[in-house]
Structure formats: C-alpha cells, structure tokens
C-alpha cells in the first residue's frame, strides 16, 4: 500500500491552497452553482476535514498498517451528494485496498468529485478509477443514499457482497458542565453542511431543568430560508408548540428531527435512559456528540464534521470488507 498512501497523500499536501488560488476558487463556484444547498464555507470544511484527517502521511501509515491487500476486484462506488466529497472516503478505501474503483457522482456533488478524481490522475496518471454505468461489470458494491435508495440497492446488487448505506442520524447528549467552546463545538455539529449530513446533531437530549441556548447562525441561502418559514408555518397551523430561532426553531420530541431547518431537543432523568434509547435506536445513529456518555462512535464537540480514518461509518468497516478474503 505504499505507492497509495504516497498518491493520497500528495493529494493532501496539494489541498492545502485550496479555495486560495483560482482554479480552485472557480471550480467551487461551479459546484455552489451544480448545488444550490452547497456554501463556500461548507466546501472549505468539508475539503479541509479530509486533508486533515484522512490524507496524513503518518495517519494513512499506522491506518493501513491493520490491512493487507488482496486479489484486485472490480468496486462500484454510487455516491450520495448531500454534503461536499461525501463520497471521498470509499474511493481512497477502495484504491487503497488495491481494486479499481468504478464511481458514480452524485450529480448533486459532480463536479467537486471530479475534480479530485481529476487530481489523482495528475498525480498518478493510471490510478485505478474509471466512471460507473449500468453496463459495467463490478464484483463488490458501496452505495449510499435514502432508505429508499438503499432498497432500490440491495434488489440491485443482489449477490454481490455489498455495503449499503440508508438513512442516518447523529445526537448530542448534555450535562451540566458543558464549557462555551463545547456549545460553540455543538453549534458547528448541528449548522454545518445546513445540516445535511448525516453527522449533523438534529436530536439533543439534555438534563431535565437545563436551558437550551442555541443561536442560528445567519445564512444566505434561499433553500434554507424556505425551509425554515415552510416548516414553523406548518407547526403554528397545526398547533404543535415550537421555539423560534430566526432561522431554525426547536420542537420538544425524542425523535430525530426530519427538517433541516428544525431541531428536536428532549430531558431526561437519568442518564442511563439516554443509553437505553441509544440502544434501541442504534441502527439509525451515525455519531454521538457527548462528554459525559459511552459510545463506539462518540465525539467530542465540535468534531462531528471531522470524521477520522478510524471511525467507521455507520459502524462497518470499508477496508476489513475490502481486504477481507
């Protein structure tokens, strides 16, 4: 796997002006204008989230270090395109586990995907990553989306060993000894991405008493406005009791909220109740914002957009199903 890290991780030493220099600044313009919800912050974040956690020479050494490569194979890789690069993860798994990876861009995320595909080959003119269609022949499969995506992919790919990726959700659990930087950590977990990404907090319990302070963050998009004075008109029509954020409000339930403009927040007793729900609703969770709870994909506030090589999305692990015989 050396010549890979080697290529992975030059791209990440090549990302380190991105957003500063004028290609790059023109080709984030074009992916703003491809997706209406995207934002130049939010592509920065996303961009600098992967040179930084997972194109580290020294990172991507001792990551793969736990891997041995096997019988090169043929990986379709169908991407979701709700965030900035969502996708990058399983492409550098599947190259870096030695198969060819045949990807499908979301065509919400197209144009930065392509970009970076683009930059590979720079580095390496004949990386193994060719376009996906319908009439490719593949061996293994990754893809994400919806639940009802996920259906479409699991009668799709029948047969195949597979990952399919549906619907999730991540959460945060207070205390009472949150500091202000750790609210000012929660507040990037939940806005970031317009809290589009299936790590962005839309739940957040808290200990029965304690005040909630959450301020929006201003935004210039229209998508998200709309979304926001959509979904507090449909609460006041119906009645259902809201707190109002000038951007987002926050309704008292302990389900996960299914607008991005719209926050759930719930008490709890003891903390033992919030484990006990954790438990039972675990296949939905992707991480667990917390100080003071136990979690395999915990992570500390602040952090829910910085995904490391080692947390393992929705609690698979792409390079032991890669690598595995």
């Known amino acids: 796997m050396n010549r890979t890290i080697e290529i992975f991780a030059t791209l990440g030493e090549r990302l380190s002006n991105f957003g500063k220099e004028s290609s790059s600044q023109e080709v984030i ?18 961009v600098d989230a992967i040179r930084v956690e997972f194109l580290d020479r020294e990172k991507l050494q001792r990551w793969t270090a736990g891997y041995s490569q096997q019988a090169s194979k043929r990986v379709a ?25 045949l990807v499908k861009p979301s065509s919400k995320d197209k144009v930065l995907m392509e970009w970076i595909i683009g930059k590979l080959r720079e580095i390496y003119p004949t990386i193994a990553i060719e376009p996906y269609t319908e009439l490719s022949a593949i061996e293994m499969a990754i893809a994400t989306g919806g639940d009802e995506a996920a259906r479409h ?6 047969g195949l060993p597979t990952i399919i990726r549906g619907s999730r959700h991540s959460l945060a659990v207070l205390g009472q000894k949150e500091s202000k930087t750790d609210m000012e950590g929660l507040s990037k977990d939940i806005f970031s991405h317009n809290g589009l990404g299936c790590r962005n907090v839309s739940l957040i319990f808290l200990p029965r008493g304690a005040e909630l302070n959450i301020t929006t963050p201003p935004s210039d998009s229209p998508m998200m406005r709309g979304n926001y004075l959509q979904n507090r008109a449909l609460k006041s029509m119906f009645g259902i009791p809201f707190k109002d954020l000038g951007g987002h409000i926050m309704v008292e339930s302990n389900d996960f909220s299914d607008k ?19 438990a039972a609703h675990d296949d939905k969770i992707q991480c667990v914002v917390s100080n003071i709870i136990d979690h ?17 999305a929705d609690g698979v ?6 690598t595995q015989e």
Request: proline letters at 3%; charged letters at 20%.
């Open 260 to 278: 991005v403009s719209q926050i759930n927040y719930c008490y709890y007793d003891k903390l033992s109740d919030v484990e006990s729900w954790i």
């Open 29 to 46: 313009r074009h992916a703003m204008e491809q997706n209406e919800w995207f934002t130049f912050d939010d592509i920065m974040l996303a």
């Open 317 to 322: 692990d792409v390079m032991k199903f890669l």
């Open 77 to 101: 890789i169908i991407m979701a395109g709700n965030i900035p690069l969502v996708g990058f993860y399983d492409l550098m798994c599947v190259v870096m586990a030695g198969h060819k990876a």
């Open 153 to 158: 992919f699991r009668t799709r790919y029948n």
């Open 296 to 312: 395999p994909r915990r992570v500390e506030f602040g952090r829910a957009q910085y995904p490391t090589l080692w947390d393992v």
